[in-house]
C-alpha cells in the first residue's frame, strides 16, 4: 500500500511517500523552491516522492492532509464570535482566503495533484488526519518503540495546542487536549515577537538567546500570563495578548507587565531581551515538566515520543530525560508542521487502514537518520559543478574523508553536501557546514563571516556515539540534534574571576571547555551523535578527525545563509560556497578550495535572502 502525505498552506510544506509502512521518502517544499517556510502546495516534493520511490501518483493507494480545515475555520468564527466586534480587522483580512480557498480545500488539493495523476479519481483517494492527530503520529508510528506515551505541544492546530495520548502497535489514542486560545507554543511565540524576532522562525533564537539572561520575570509570566496546574494543564491569561482579535502577538497590557514596548527587528539586543527570554524558557521548561510527568503518570510508560514545535525545544527535551520519568525518549526530527505531512501518511496507513507496524529491531527508528531526501551520483555532481563553473578535484571514498579531515584540522570551515537531504529543520550531516569545536574563533567566524547571523547564536556539535559520554553528560542516542547535555566537567575549563564577572553578551567570547566552538555560555551543548549505521561516511570523517586530532567531535551547523533555506543541490552549495568565506566544499567526491575558483562567479549573499 501506498500513501502520500502532504502539508501545506500555513508555514513548512512538505510530502512524504509510504510504501507498505516504510518511509521511501520526505522533503519541504522550501529546499526546492528556495523560499524559507515555503508555505504554497508541495508540487515539487510530492515529484521527488514519486521519483524516489519510481511511480507516479496514479500508483498511491492514498494521499493524507495533515489536518482538518473545515474544523479550523470553526475555531476562527468561533473565537471571532466570542471577542466580537473587537478582531474584526484580523476577521475581515482572513475571511476572504477562507471563503475563496481554504473551505474548498478539497478541490485545490485536487487541482493541484490533477496534473500528476491521469485517474479521475483524486478527491476519492484524499484523507483527512488532525492537525495533532498527525503530530503524534509522526512522533509513535515513527520511534522504535513498541508502545509509549505521546506528547505533543505546537501552536495550534484545529483547536488542540497540547495533547496526550498512549500509543501501543499500530494504534494511537488521545488521552486529553489543552484547546485554543490556551496555547504554550503560542505563549513562547508571543515572547518571540516581544523580543523583537519573528514568530514562526525565530523561536529558536529565544531558546539561544537565554543563557545570556537571568530569569528574572518567570514569577511574573507565572502571576499575570499563565495559571499551571500541577499536572501540566494550564490556561493563559488572554487579556496580555493579542492574537486571539489582532494583527499581534502582544497589547499594550504586554508591554506594561515587562516594562516597554516590543523591540524592533535587528534593534541592538539589551539585557533586558535577555532575561527575557530566560524567564519564557524556564517557564516553558516547568510546564513541559509537568506535563511529561502527568503522562508518565497517567500511562505508566517508560518511554516517551516527543512532536510539535515546542519539541524542537532541545533544552526542555534534556530537562524532561534527565528527570528521569522515562528510560528513553524519541523526537520526532521534523517536529514542526513539516512533520505533519508524514504523521497524516502514517496515520491514513496505522489507523484508517489498520495496517500492522513491523519494528525494524536494534533499537533502530523508522526515520533512517532523517536522510529521507534527494541524492545526487557523483556524475550529476560532477557535472552539475562544471555547468555552475566550479573548480575541483575529483578523489575516491578514502581520498575525500582524508581531504576534509585535513582540512577541518587545519581549522578551515567546511561544506558538507553528501548522501541524502535531511528532513527537518536540523543539518545532520548531509547538508552541513562543519568546522573545528577545539577552535576559540570558530563560532564567532562561522556566525559572522559564514552564517551572516546574529553573533550570540549557538553551534551545535556532532560527536561519534561511541565517544558521546567521554565528552558530555549524556549516553544517550541523540540522532537529531534534539537534545541538551553539558560538557563533562573534566573537559571544562577554569574561569578567572574578572571572567566570572562579565554579564549578558559580554560572556560570548569566553572559552569554556576543550571544545569551546560548541559550548554554550552556560556549558550546555546541542548534541548530535552520528552513527555508523545511518550516516557511514559522515562517521568515518569523524573518526578520521579524531585520528588526526584527538578529537571525536566538530561544529555542525545547517549549509545556507541567514533567511536560506538549505541547501538542496550541487549547485546551491556552490553557490553558497561562493557567496561565503567558506575556505573548503565537498560535494560527494568532488572536492573544492576556495583559491582555485574563478572569483567573478563570487555573489554577495550576505544581502540575498530576506532576514529570519
Same mark, same amino acid.
Given at each position: 500500500?501506498?500513501?502520500?502525505?502532504?502539508?501545506?498552506?500555513? %508555514?513548512?510544506?512538505?510530502?512524504?511517500? $509510504?510504501?507498505?509502512?516504510?518511509?521511501?521518502?520526505?522533503?519541504?517544499?522550501?529546499?526546492?523552491?528556495?523560499?524559507?517556510?515555503?508555505?504554497?502546495?508541495?508540487?515539487?516534493?510530492?515529484?521527488?516522492?514519486?521519483?524516489?520511490?519510481?511511480?507516479?501518483?496514479?500508483?498511491?493507494?492514498?494521499?493524507?492532509?495533515?489536518?482538518?480545515?473545515?474544523?479550523?475555520?470553526?475555531?476562527?468564527?468561533?473565537?471571532?464570535?466570542?471577542?466580537?466586534?473587537?478582531?474584526?480587522?484580523?476577521?475581515?483580512?482572513?475571511?476572504?482566503? *477562507?471563503?475563496?480557498?481554504?473551505?474548498?480545500?478539497?478541490?485545490?488539493?485536487?487541482?493541484?495533484?490533477?496534473?500528476?495523476?491521469?485517474?479521475?479519481?483524486?478527491?476519492?483517494?484524499?484523507?483527512?488526519?488532525? %492537525?495533532?492527530?498527525?503530530?503524534?503520529?509522526?512522533?509513535?508510528?515513527?520511534?522504535?518503540?513498541?508502545?509509549?506515551?505521546?506528547?505533543?505541544?505546537?501552536?495550534?492546530?484545529? *483547536?488542540?495546542?497540547?495533547?496526550?495520548?498512549?500509543?501501543?502497535?499500530? %494504534?494511537?489514542?488521545?488521552?486529553?487536549?489543552? %484547546?485554543?486560545?490556551?496555547?504554550?507554543?503560542?505563549?513562547?511565540?508571543?515572547?518571540?515577537?516581544?523580543?523583537?524576532?519573528?514568530?514562526?522562525?525565530?523561536?529558536?533564537?529565544?531558546?539561544?538567546?537565554?543563557?545570556?539572561? #537571568?530569569?528574572?520575570?518567570?514569577?511574573?509570566?507565572?502571576?499575570?500570563?499563565?495559571?499551571?496546574?500541577?499536572?501540566?494543564?494550564?490556561?493563559?491569561? $488572554?487579556?496580555?495578548?493579542?492574537?486571539?482579535?489582532?494583527?499581534?502577538?502582544?497589547?499594550?497590557?504586554?508591554?506594561?507587565?515587562?516594562?516597554?514596548?516590543?523591540?524592533? /527587528?535587528?534593534?541592538?539586543?539589551?539585557?533586558?531581551?535577555?532575561?527575557?527570554? /530566560?524567564?519564557?524558557?524556564?517557564?516553558?521548561?516547568?510546564?513541559?515538566?509537568?506535563?511529561?510527568?502527568?503522562?508518565?503518570?497517567?500511562?505508566?510508560?517508560?518511554?516517551?515520543?516527543?512532536?510539535?514545535?515546542?519539541?524542537?525545544?532541545?533544552?526542555?527535551?534534556?530537562?524532561?530525560?534527565?528527570?528521569?520519568?522515562?528510560?528513553?525518549? *524519541?523526537?520526532?526530527? /521534523?517536529?514542526?508542521?513539516?512533520?505533519?505531512?508524514?504523521?497524516?501518511?502514517?496515520?491514513?496507513?496505522?489507523?484508517?487502514? @489498520?495496517?500492522?507496524?513491523?519494528?525494524?529491531?536494534?533499537?533502530?527508528?523508522?526515520?533512517?537518520?532523517?536522510?529521507?531526501?534527494?541524492?545526487?551520483?557523483?556524475?550529476?555532481?560532477?557535472?552539475?559543478?562544471?555547468?555552475?563553473?566550479?573548480?575541483?578535484?575529483?578523489?575516491?571514498?578514502?581520498?575525500?574523508?582524508?581531504?576534509?579531515? #585535513?582540512?577541518?584540522?587545519?581549522?578551515?570551515?567546511?561544506?558538507?553536501?553528501?548522501?541524502?537531504?535531511?528532513?527537518?529543520?536540523?543539518?545532520?550531516?548531509?547538508?552541513?557546514?562543519?568546522?573545528?569545536?577545539?577552535?576559540?574563533?570558530?563560532?564567532?567566524?562561522?556566525?559572522?563571516?559564514?552564517?551572516?547571523?546574529?553573533?550570540?547564536?549557538?553551534?551545535?556539535?556532532?560527536?561519534?556515539?561511541?565517544?558521546?559520554?567521554? *565528552?558530555?553528560?549524556? @549516553?544517550?542516542?541523540?540522532?537529531?540534534?534534539?537534545?541538551?547535555?553539558?560538557?563533562?566537567?573534566?573537559?571544562?575549563?577554569?574561569?578567572?574571576?574578572?571572567?566570572?564577572?562579565?554579564?549578558?553578551?559580554?560572556?560570548?567570547?569566553?572559552? #569554556?571547555?576543550?571544545?569551546?566552538?560548541?559550548?554554550?555560555?552556560?556549558?550546555?551543548?546541542?548534541?548530535?551523535?552520528?552513527?555508523?549505521?545511518?550516516?557511514?561516511?559522515?562517521?568515518?570523517?569523524?573518526?578520521?578527525?579524531?585520528?588526526?586530532?584527538?578529537?571525536?567531535?566538530?561544529?555542525?551547523?545547517?549549509?545556507?545563509?541567514?533567511?536560506?533555506?538549505?541547501?538542496?543541490?550541487?549547485?546551491?552549495?556552490?553557490?553558497?560556497?561562493?557567496?561565503?568565506? $567558506?575556505?573548503?566544499?565537498?560535494?560527494?567526491?568532488?572536492?573544492?578550495?576556495?583559491?582555485?575558483?574563478?572569483?567573478?562567479?563570487?555573489?554577495?549573499?550576505?544581502?540575498?535572502?530576506?532576514?529570519?
Amino acid at each position: 500500500m501506498k500513501v502520500l502525505g502532504i502539508s501545506a498552506y500555513y %508555514h513548512d510544506s512538505a510530502a512524504a511517500l $509510504i510504501v507498505d509502512g516504510d518511509i521511501v521518502a520526505a522533503a519541504q517544499e522550501e529546499r526546492f523552491t528556495r523560499k524559507k517556510h515555503d508555505a504554497g502546495f508541495p508540487t515539487r516534493a510530492v515529484e521527488y516522492c514519486l521519483k524516489q520511490a519510481g511511480i507516479t501518483l496514479d500508483d498511491v493507494d492514498h494521499i493524507a492532509f495533515y489536518d482538518k480545515p473545515l474544523l479550523k475555520f470553526e475555531r476562527l468564527l468561533e473565537t471571532y464570535l466570542a471577542f466580537a466586534p473587537r478582531g474584526f480587522e484580523s476577521f475581515r483580512m482572513s475571511m476572504p482566503v *477562507w471563503l475563496k480557498e481554504k473551505l474548498f480545500l478539497g478541490t485545490m488539493l485536487t487541482k493541484a495533484l490533477k496534473p500528476l495523476s491521469s485517474r479521475k479519481d483524486i478527491a476519492e483517494r484524499i484523507l483527512y488526519s488532525e %492537525h495533532h492527530l498527525s503530530h503524534a503520529a509522526s512522533a509513535f508510528f515513527a520511534s522504535p518503540f513498541e508502545e509509549a506515551a505521546v506528547l505533543t505541544m505546537d501552536g495550534v492546530g484545529e *483547536w488542540a495546542t497540547t495533547s496526550l495520548a498512549h500509543g501501543k502497535g499500530h %494504534h494511537l489514542e488521545v488521552l486529553r487536549e489543552i %484547546h485554543f486560545p490556551h496555547s504554550l507554543g503560542l505563549l513562547y511565540s508571543a515572547f518571540t515577537y516581544y523580543t523583537g524576532f519573528k514568530v514562526n522562525s525565530g523561536e529558536y533564537k529565544v531558546m539561544g538567546l537565554a543563557p545570556y539572561g #537571568r530569569p528574572v520575570y518567570t514569577k511574573q509570566i507565572f502571576d499575570h500570563l499563565i495559571d499551571l496546574k500541577p499536572d501540566g494543564s494550564f490556561k493563559l491569561n $488572554i487579556e496580555y495578548f493579542d492574537y486571539c482579535t489582532g494583527l499581534t502577538m502582544t497589547n499594550s497590557k504586554f508591554d506594561a507587565l515587562f516594562g516597554g514596548p516590543p523591540r524592533k /527587528a535587528e534593534q541592538k539586543l539589551t539585557q533586558r531581551e535577555m532575561d527575557l527570554a /530566560a524567564s519564557i524558557q524556564a517557564a516553558t521548561e516547568e510546564v513541559v515538566l509537568r506535563l511529561a510527568r502527568s503522562v508518565a503518570q497517567e500511562t505508566g510508560q517508560k518511554k516517551l515520543c516527543l512532536a510539535g514545535g515546542v519539541a524542537l525545544n532541545c533544552v526542555a527535551n534534556g530537562k524532561v530525560l534527565r528527570d528521569r520519568q522515562f528510560e528513553k525518549i *524519541w523526537i520526532q526530527p /521534523a517536529a514542526g508542521d513539516a512533520g505533519g505531512a508524514l504523521g497524516a501518511a502514517l496515520v491514513a496507513y496505522h489507523m484508517y487502514k @489498520d495496517q500492522p507496524r513491523h519494528l525494524p529491531g536494534g533499537g533502530h527508528d523508522f526515520m533512517k537518520g532523517s536522510y529521507l531526501g534527494p541524492a545526487f551520483s557523483d556524475q550529476e555532481c560532477i557535472d552539475r559543478l562544471q555547468a555552475a563553473g566550479a573548480k575541483f578535484t575529483v578523489l575516491d571514498d578514502a581520498g575525500t574523508v582524508e581531504a576534509c579531515a #585535513r582540512a577541518l584540522s587545519e581549522g578551515k570551515a567546511l561544506g558538507w553536501f553528501q548522501g541524502r537531504m535531511e528532513f527537518g529543520p536540523r543539518a545532520l550531516g548531509g547538508r552541513s557546514i562543519l568546522g573545528d569545536a577545539r577552535s576559540p574563533s570558530m563560532q564567532s567566524v562561522l556566525n559572522l563571516k559564514v552564517k551572516y547571523r546574529e553573533s550570540f547564536r549557538p553551534f551545535a556539535p556532532s560527536v561519534l556515539r561511541e565517544r558521546v559520554a567521554e *565528552w558530555f553528560d549524556l @549516553d544517550e542516542d541523540s540522532p537529531y540534534m534534539l537534545l541538551v547535555a553539558d560538557v563533562v566537567a573534566s573537559r571544562r575549563r577554569q574561569m578567572s574571576e574578572a571572567e566570572q564577572a562579565l554579564f549578558g553578551i559580554e560572556k560570548l567570547n569566553v572559552p #569554556r571547555s576543550d571544545i569551546p566552538a560548541v559550548t554554550h555560555v552556560d556549558y550546555s551543548a546541542r548534541i548530535q551523535t552520528v552513527h555508523a549505521e545511518t550516516n557511514p561516511r559522515y562517521h568515518a570523517l569523524l573518526s578520521r578527525f579524531e585520528q588526526l586530532t584527538s578529537c571525536p567531535v566538530i561544529v555542525n551547523t545547517s549549509f545556507n545563509v541567514r533567511g536560506e533555506p538549505i541547501v538542496g543541490t550541487p549547485e546551491d552549495a556552490f553557490r553558497c560556497f561562493m557567496g561565503t568565506e $567558506i575556505e573548503t566544499l565537498a560535494v560527494g567526491n568532488c572536492f573544492l578550495r576556495k583559491e582555485d575558483q574563478n572569483m567573478a562567479l563570487k555573489q554577495n549573499y550576505e544581502t540575498a535572502f530576506e532576514l529570519d
